[in-house]
């Protein structure tokens, strides 16, 4: 009879697990008391530094942390919502990025810092997305977009040269109002876009953009604009950290 499958990671992260999960669900809300050492050691029949460990993962990714003399508390939510279409309509003359206006209404402050503008070979998904045989270049311009002074997304976007040669999209500045701004201007009408989504670990560089703790997926989106016509007009890859984003899509059918 063949060995039913089990779960081989430390204990202290499947405890973690378990408890991260209450909480996202909201069956831990925000303020609860966590059960004692004692108690949750009981419950999972672990010892005592098996469950601070666990405690000290949940810690670092933020969901909890200790009041001395009190105990442990689930802290207020750190979740992120986001609603791609929400950022679909092009900002208004002068007026922010679509992403920091949202912040703003959600009581954050939402800021940008570019990393880096340039014509760059195509990776191979963009290429394809794009009509590209690999390895033609593309301009990309790389940011790092922040709530409260805290990193939360890392952004590369690749556009045609065709399209963004000459253009504030291949300028070295932040673009007020964002792309679909200065596309607006170049007479492109953004109608649609299409969402790939995928979780994996980190690469170093987005461990370190992104300041992650340790053991903790990334959240990636690999998104196609399309204009009016229904040309591909850029790819869009959106890096989050995976315990403090999760997506909303609607569908009307």
Request: hydrophobic content about 40%; charged content about 20%; aromatic content about 6%.
């Amino acid at each position: 009879m063949p060995t039913p499958p089990r779960d081989t990671r430390p204990r202290s992260q499947q405890i973690a697990a378990d408890l991260r999960a209450d909480i996202m669900s909201g069956d831990l809300a925000a303020g609860a008391k966590l059960p004692s050492t004692a108690e949750l050691g009981q419950a999972y029949s672990a010892p005592g530094a098996t469950i601070q460990n666990a405690i000290g993962i949940l810690k670092a990714e933020g969901y909890v942390e200790g009041q001395p003399g009190r105990g442990v508390y689930v802290r207020p939510t750190q979740q992120q919502t986001v609603t791609p279409a929400e950022y679909a309509v092009p900002a208004a003359p002068g007026q922010p990025y679509a992403w920091i206006t949202a912040a703003t209404e959600r009581g954050q402050r939402g800021a940008s810092r570019l990393l880096d503008v340039g014509e760059v070979a195509a990776p191979v998904q963009v290429a394809a997305a794009l009509g590209l045989a690999p390895g033609q270049p593309v301009v990309r311009r790389a940011q790092v977009l922040s709530l409260d002074d805290d990193p939360a997304e890392l952004v590369h976007v690749y556009y045609p040269v065709d399209l963004a040669r000459g253009t504030a999209l291949a300028e070295r500045r932040r673009i007020r109002g964002g792309a679909a701004a200065v596309l607006a201007e170049l007479g492109v009408e953004l109608t649609a876009f299409e969402d790939i989504i995928s979780t994996r670990p980190p690469t170093s560089d987005e461990f370190v953009t992104l300041e992650l703790p340790t053991e903790v997926p990334i959240l990636r989106t690999f998104r196609v604009w399309a204009a009016a016509e229904g040309r591909p007009v850029y790819c869009e890859v959106l890096i989050k950290s995976g315990h403090l984003h999760e997506l909303r899509y609607r569908c009307s059918v």
